[in-house]
């Protein structure tokens, strides 16, 4: 059994935020009836969901797609300023697609996308890897050089944001990886490879030390990489790449149920209400680019490292 509004964004392109206003507002039926309750259980395997009498289906089947995202494009459905966004570029096919985290107006590279929303909040809410290259104004410093491989928390983290951003604080993991390949005074490129995808976050971080971010490029999330993909181009996963997010997706979701259920065995015992569920992550730490090498990672839980980076890598220089 399944809540509603779960039901709804788990087999659709719909967010959970969406689901609950469409039930509140009228247009979900069980059965034929409508249905206002959010939190109203369904089986999930032979429940008749119609939104504006169109059929929910449970199905393990899903499309991701790699879009190399150039800059000067939101990632957006509509921007009140008219501003162009990626569903302009965008076949007509991907119009219901759900973007994987966001991309800056400035920012280019790789942007996933996905038809599910379980697909998408399953990745997006992950400590899977993203690695970019980036360009800062000025040198790379030692301060930066400490905070990217110990991490940083900043109460005033209003520098390098938006300017009508709410959020102030933050705090930054330290970087899974970095590689300082030019530092020539007036500017430096880096490669980085963080765990994280909060707001404008590798902006924030360099702004900090006085250094502003000019250039920044996605190469990859979660192994899946850009390669040569062209600017404004869209390809679908490959077959291994399929088979390591399943394998991802599949892990993660007993996992979930193994917690959920030790959490209700040990409720129960104690008589105490059910704490709210969540989801722990394994924490990681920093490791270095090797140029132009690649290492083969050990102890490897899935089999593969492009979805779950791993806290033991050992590299050779």
Request: proline content about 4%; glycine content about 6%.
């Amino acid at each position: 059994m399944m809540r509603l509004n779960k039901f709804i964004a788990h087999y659709s392109t719909y967010s959970r935020r969406e689901a609950d206003q469409a039930i509140l507002d009228g247009y979900v039926r069980i059965d034929g009836e409508i249905e206002k309750n959010p939190a109203v259980s369904v089986d999930e395997r032979n429940a008749n969901v119609t939104i504006s009498g169109h059929k929910v289906t449970a199905t393990d089947q899903f499309t991701v797609i790699v879009y190399n995202k150039p800059r000067g494009e939101l990632v957006t459905k509509k921007d009140p300023q008219k501003r162009r966004t990626i569903y302009d570029t965008l076949s007509s096919n991907y119009k219901h697609f759900i973007p994987v985290g966001r991309l800056d107006f400035a920012s280019e590279g790789l942007l996933l996308l996905t038809d599910a929303s379980r697909v998408a909040t399953a990745l997006m809410t992950s400590k899977m890897e993203r690695v970019y290259r980036i360009k800062i104004k000025g040198a790379v410093s030692d301060a930066m050089k400490v905070a990217m491989g110990e991490g940083l928390e900043l109460e005033d983290a209003s520098a390098g944001a938006h300017d009508h951003s709410p959020i102030e604080s933050m705090s930054f993991a330290p970087f899974y990886a970095y590689q300082v390949q030019k530092d020539q005074g007036d500017y430096s490129i880096l490669k980085v490879a963080i765990g994280e995808g909060q707001n404008r976050e590798l902006r924030r971080f360099f702004a900090h030390f006085g250094a502003e971010i000019v250039d920044l490029k996605r190469l990859s999330f979660g192994g899946i990489e850009l390669n040569n993909l062209p600017t404004g181009k869209v390809r679908f996963l490959e077959r291994n790449e399929y088979t390591s997010l399943r394998e991802f997706l599949d892990t993660l979701e007993k996992s979930e149920k193994m917690k959920q259920n030790d959490k209700k065995a040990k409720a129960k015992i104690a008589g105490k209400p059910l704490p709210k569920p969540t989801v722990e992550v394994k924490k990681v730490t920093k490791r270095e680019f090797v140029k132009d090498k690649k290492v083969k990672p050990i102890n490897e839980v899935f089999g593969t490292n492009k979805y779950k980076p791993k806290s033991d890598y050992q590299f050779k220089k």
